[in-house]
């Protein structure tokens, strides 16, 4: 079980360092948007929940994982906010970050004031819906994908891999818990992942 958590946490943080180098290109390209940090605001979202969850679940691989998640994200968060050139731009961007902490910080406060055993499994089914959303963002690129007949540019090999490994090994642990709210979100962010490598390898030329 040891070497189980160790390879799940592994995978997911080299999942999230993968938004380093999304930040490294929308640098390069010199256009940061308001749509360009809406993952990155999701995966911090997600991340700051599943942690919750792991300390009110006792599970330290859930809490280190999330926790490099959460500073990966603000990270990402910052540079994208101090390369953004338009005034407007950034405005908006302060905007988003500031309504998307102000919601994670009050259903945090919420979850600390709430009490009886019914609350982690509320917690746990926020934590499955927002994970079944991350793992389901990138479906949007498919129907470019089609439509252009090429995966070139809007699927990443490496990112779905990662993806597929990170899901599988969560799975894994989530049986050996038994605990259905780490099962369900990854099986079917596994069942994506093969989704996207279906695609890619259909138009990968």
Not at 90 to 102: D, N, P, S, Y
Not at 119 to 147: D, E, H, K, N, Y
Not at 166 to 187: E, T, V, Y
Request: net charge positive; glycine share 6%; with cysteine.
């Amino acid at each position: 079980m040891i070497l189980l958590r160790g390879a799940a946490t592994l995978a997911t943080v080299l999942m999230f360092l993968t938004n380093l180098v999304v930040v490294k290109q929308i640098k390069e390209d010199g256009h940061i948007s308001v749509a360009s940090i809406l993952p990155f605001l999701s995966t911090f979202a997600n991340c700051c929940f599943w942690l919750k969850y792991g300390v009110m679940l006792g599970e330290s691989s859930i809490c280190w994982t999330n926790a490099v998640g959460v500073i990966i994200t603000v990270y990402a968060l910052y540079q994208c906010h101090n390369h953004c050139e338009s005034e407007r731009t950034r405005a908006k961007i302060e905007k988003r970050i500031l309504v998307t902490v102000g919601v994670v910080l009050s259903v945090l406060t919420a979850i600390k004031l709430s009490y009886g055993p019914e609350i982690l499994s509320w917690v746990g089914f926020l934590c499955c819906a927002l994970t079944m959303v991350m793992f389901g963002t990138p479906l949007a690129s498919l129907r470019t994908v089609i439509q252009a007949k090429s995966a070139h540019g809007h699927l990443s090999l490496p990112m779905i891999l990662i993806s597929f490994v990170s899901a599988s090994l969560w799975s894994l642990i989530g049986f050996r818990l038994r605990d259905n709210w780490i099962i369900q979100p990854n099986i079917v962010g596994a069942a994506l992942s093969l989704v996207q490598l279906l695609v890619y390898s259909a138009y990968r030329k």
